[in-house]
């Protein structure tokens, strides 16, 4: 079930990004410039009052996590801290949180996503292609290369004429 994320979510969205990060990142990140813990709980109640984040609960416990930040005025939406704690990964979780954050987005009439993953982090490349993300530019690092990707966003209208119900995606 995926729900919007509450302050009191903090400690325990803190520990599944810090387990995912730790698994997935720690063998392609320079070990000079690799951190764990990547983020604290103050870390995510500070991002909570710029972003909207949502979890992704199994039997009242927190497995996944994505946040979305807008930029209202630009019609842009970035995708932060899509992360699933590794017992749980390839079950659909993190296909469901982005696609719920596109739902999202396209109530706040945003006309596209953008986010940025790690060059070396293929999974997460082809993970973001198969939902119709596209490589847009690179940002250079000091040790890597990041991947800047977007989707933009159509919205399904239906024959319904009730304004609430045309985002059927």
């Known amino acids: 079930m995926i729900r919007k994320a509450r302050i009191n979510d903090a400690e325990e969205i803190a520990y599944v990004i810090n387990e995912s990060n730790y698994r997935a990142y720690r063998g392609i990140i320079p070990k000079e410039y690799f951190r764990y813990p990547v983020v604290t ?4 109640v500070r991002d909570m009052r ?3 984040f ?3 609960e199994i039997n009242g416990k927190i ?3 994505a946040a979305l930040h807008p930029k209202l005025n ?3 939406g970035i995708i932060r801290r899509v992360y699933v ?3 749980h990964q390839r079950k659909g979780v993190g296909t469901a949180l982005v696609k719920h954050l596109e739902e999202v987005a396209l109530r706040l009439n945003l006309r596209k996503l953008r986010l940025v993953t790690h060059e070396g982090a293929y999974w997460a490349i082809r993970f973001y292609r ?3 993300y596209r490589v847009v530019n690179y940002v250079e690092r000091t040790a890597w290369r990041d991947v800047v990707m977007e989707k933009v966003l159509k919205p399904n209208i239906t024959t319904d004429t009730n304004p609430k119900s045309r985002y059927t995606h």
């Open 41 to 44: 709980r103050d870390d995510i």
């Open 50 to 52: 710029k972003m909207r």
């Open 54 to 56: 949502y979890v992704y």
């Open 63 to 65: 497995v996944g996590v």
């Open 74 to 76: 630009e019609g842009l």
């Open 85 to 87: 704690h590794p017992d």
């Open 130 to 132: 198969k939902l119709s």
